[in-house]
């Protein structure tokens, strides 16, 4: 049963806008957030993180905020550019020895 | 700027082949993590290790195995290749209580 969970597989957004990626999780136990921007054939790389003694954490033109009772997270990228047209995935641990990973969504930042 | 390194980046080989897929990482992280993901799922974790000569088998079930007998090194063997093995190949790695960094992932495709 997957405990990371992105609902929304593709979102389109018009450059210079907002886009807000959804992410949800099952375990109780996990403290610890991530999200990662992957483009096709390559690794992920590392965005932003979030423990969850904390609801928001900010870096340049990228925030996540955690809503613990929701068991839910998102990222917010503004403003939005082509060049972050790119499959995000979040990801939840627990303990630091494993992670789980949500299907990621397609990111299209129209010019 | 994470250091990890997977090499063959992109391997196309026939059914019945042994296949090594190599990752180095030079941070000094202890632990190392072996993901295989298809276009649009999630990561799936088929291996880990916690430090040298510890190695786990991961959530989803593989074929492959791995070793661990010098920290920056985490070798993954397939004995036998088969069509079914065709997928992306993520190699990963974190200190104790860090962020996991990704290397740059090998395609594999089998025939």
């Known amino acids: 049963d997957q405990q990371v969970k992105q609902n929304s597989p593709s979102l389109s957004v018009q450059e210079g806008r907002i886009s807000i990626l959804n992410c949800d999780y099952t375990n109780s136990m996990f403290d610890y957030f991530l999200w990662y921007k992957k483009y096709p054939a390559e690794g992920p790389t590392f965005l932003i993180s979030?423990?969850?003694?904390?609801d928001k954490n900010e870096d340049g033109r990228f925030t996540v905020f955690l809503n613990k009772s929701a068991k839910h997270l998102s990222l917010h990228i503004v403003p939005s550019q082509p060049g972050d047209s790119a499959v995000y995935f979040c990801?939840?641990?627990?303990?630091?020895?494993?992670?789980?990973f949500g299907s990621g969504t397609k990111l299209n930042v129209k010019p | 700027e994470a250091d990890i390194y997977q090499t063959p980046r992109y391997l196309v080989i026939g059914t019945g082949k042994k296949i090594t897929l190599e990752c180095s990482q030079t941070m000094g992280h202890d632990k190392m993590y072996w993901y295989q993901q298809d276009p649009g799922m999630e990561l799936h974790l088929i291996h880990y290790?916690?430090?040298?000569?510890?190695?786990e088998k991961g959530d989803l079930s593989s074929e492959s195995t791995v070793s661990r007998i010098r920290t920056e090194h985490f070798p993954l063997t397939l004995e036998s290749a088969r069509p079914s093995h065709t997928s992306q190949y993520l190699c990963a790695s974190s200190l104790t209580k860090g962020t996991q960094y990704f290397g740059p992932g090998t395609r594999l495709t089998v025939l």
């Open positions: 290790s916690y430090g040298v000569n510890s190695t």
């Open positions: 979030i423990s969850s003694i904390k």
């Open positions: 990801a939840a641990t627990g303990n630091f020895n494993k992670f789980y």
